[in-house]
């Protein structure tokens, strides 16, 4: 079981940054409900909309909107677990997620390599995956194992499978997946159930968790709702990951975009809770700025550490375990 090190413990322990008041983490919360339930999200998975309504919440199917209550935000967040255990194939790899416990994984899905023979940029492979998964699995420093890149050289309407097959088959730790519809993540399901025994065996000490980003502004794919809805109902943890762009797909301000990116993520963990109460939640966050003269996604920027911090004190003040990138 991998314990690791605390953030800004009042015992002076490691090392944190106190971006927020309590009174600007309630301001922002505050902001978020009114946007979730006057503004509301669009949902494009008739799935997901059943399930919203049936939670209680206000639903258009004519414009495929979600409205929230405030309570039934507020009741799920509470529903969320504040703490849990990533497993892994090797038991001393379980890494727990909670309170101020800091981990760090690898980058992920990146679709392009430089490659290390003659240093060319080209397409990601499925080798590559593999070769990452056995650096990530060597290394101590990391705790958990991303879906490193999109294999570009198999079928791309099932290369989620050919990810997870390369990963599991190369590392003991724990793994990051990426499905994209109901059908590739009950695969993958299968696939974690027969490594780790049973899927009795996956609920108690899940071996994968998956990454879904909803998509900014203000919306939720149907691939993002049907791996929610498909994990969930396995009590497998979900990383709900924003990457809103100030700027471009949200306001211009930091606080703007945190509100934006805060109801991004509550109508994921939302649905999440909808479907089975106390799956298992990660609070993630790709957010950051748009660069105004190319119109791309700057990262390691100063903004996106400010938001990173922001959105850290969210996910804390929620006590719901937190992702950053962009490290």
Do not use: W
């Amino acid at each position: 079981m991998r314990r690791s090190k605390a953030a800004g413990e009042s015992m002076f322990e490691g090392f944190g940054i106190s971006c927020m008041s309590d009174e600007a983490v309630d301001r922002i919360h505050d902001a978020t409900l009114e946007v979730l339930k006057f503004t509301g999200i669009k949902v494009y998975s008739d799935d997901a909309l059943d399930i919203y309504h049936g939670g209680g919440c206000t639903v258009d199917k004519s414009s495929s909107t979600v409205y929230f209550p405030a309570h039934v935000v507020e009741d799920c967040i509470r529903s969320a677990p504040p703490s849990f255990v990533l497993g892994a194939r090797d038991p001393k790899h379980d890494f727990v997620m909670g309170g101020k416990r800091v981990g760090f994984c690898n980058f992920s899905c990146g679709v392009q390599v430089a490659d290390l023979e003659d240093g060319s940029i080209r397409d990601s492979t499925k080798k590559d995956t593999e070769d990452v998964s056995k650096l990530v699995d060597y290394l101590d420093q990391y705790d958990i194992l991303d879906c490193p890149v999109v294999p570009r050289d198999v079928n791309q309407a099932i290369f989620p499978l050919h990810n997870y097959e390369a990963m599991i088959s190369n590392t003991t730790k724990h793994c990051s997946t990426a499905p994209f519809n109901f059908r590739l993540a009950e695969l993958i399901i299968e696939m974690a159930s027969a490594v780790a025994g049973g899927k009795e065996n996956l609920r108690r000490k899940p071996i994968i968790s998956a990454d879904v980003c909803p998509q900014s502004p203000l919306s939720l794919a149907r691939e993002t709702c049907e791996t929610i809805i498909s994990y969930a109902r396995h009590e497998i943890p979900v990383n709900v990951l924003s990457m809103a762009l100030a700027g471009g797909t949200s306001p211009v301000t930091l606080a703007g975009t945190l509100v934006t990116h805060n109801a991004e993520v509550l109508a994921g963990i939302c649905l999440s809770q909808l479907t089975k109460r106390g799956t298992p939640n990660i609070y993630g966050s790709s957010t950051t700025m748009m660069e105004m003269r190319r119109g791309t996604a700057t990262v390691g920027c100063p903004e996106m550490a400010m938001l990173g911090a922001c959105v850290a004190s969210m996910a804390k003040s929620y006590r719901i375990p937190s992702f950053l990138a962009g490290s």
